[in-house]
């Protein structure tokens, strides 16, 4: 049910920034650049820009304000975590997992839980438009939701197989990348 959610709010947002007319921006004051300047200067690494030029592969607007990039990137993350978070119900309700694989992945699903409850309120602050006069650091926010990823990634070491490690490492570098492009909006560090 989470996951069918988490997916309608995406297609929601994609379908909302599709009906926004060309280089427009839904916050005041954020600059606005094409996918290509925006991801260039987002990512530090080719593996960052490939993934970058992949999440923003339904923008159609030729520039927006980085403000729409950054929610793409969150509600990208957000889709991915549920799809991970579905393939961990799935091992769990499989039944055949050894006690010590079903509490790694139980403590998953926890971790996933967490950083869906952040990254919604990532998107619930662009969406709002006030990551510039919100208490605390949007950045912060974001490499919480960083570790919240990595924290499952840490428990799925300790199996000596894991189907989710590989998932955990995309969600991981679709969090930060979530969080590289959120940092192109003034006052995100």
Do not use: W
């Amino acid at each position: 049910m989470a996951a069918m959610t988490a997916a309608f709010f995406f297609l929601l947002q994609l379908a909302i920034i599709s009906t926004l007319p060309p280089s427009s921006t839904a916050c005041p004051d954020v600059p606005s650049m094409t996918v290509e300047q925006a991801c260039r200067k987002a990512a530090g690494t080719l593996l960052m820009y490939d993934l970058c030029k992949d999440a923003m592969r339904d923008v159609t607007y030729p520039t927006n304000g980085v403000d729409l990039y950054a929610l793409v990137a969150a509600k990208r993350a957000l889709a991915s975590y549920a799809d991970t978070a579905h393939a961990v119900d799935a091992l769990l309700a499989g039944g055949s997992l050894p006690g010590a694989g079903r509490e790694v992945y139980e403590l998953c699903k926890e971790f996933y839980g967490e950083a869906t409850d952040t990254m919604n309120g990532v998107a619930a602050v662009l969406v709002g438009c006030r990551f510039m006069v919100m208490e605390g650091d949007l950045g912060q926010v974001y490499r919480d939701g960083v570790a919240q990823v990595e924290r499952c990634r840490d428990a799925v070491r300790s199996l000596p197989a894991s189907p989710i490690y590989a998932r955990n490492l995309v969600d991981r570098n679709i969090a930060a990348l979530a969080y590289f492009v959120g940092r192109l909006l003034a006052g995100v560090q």
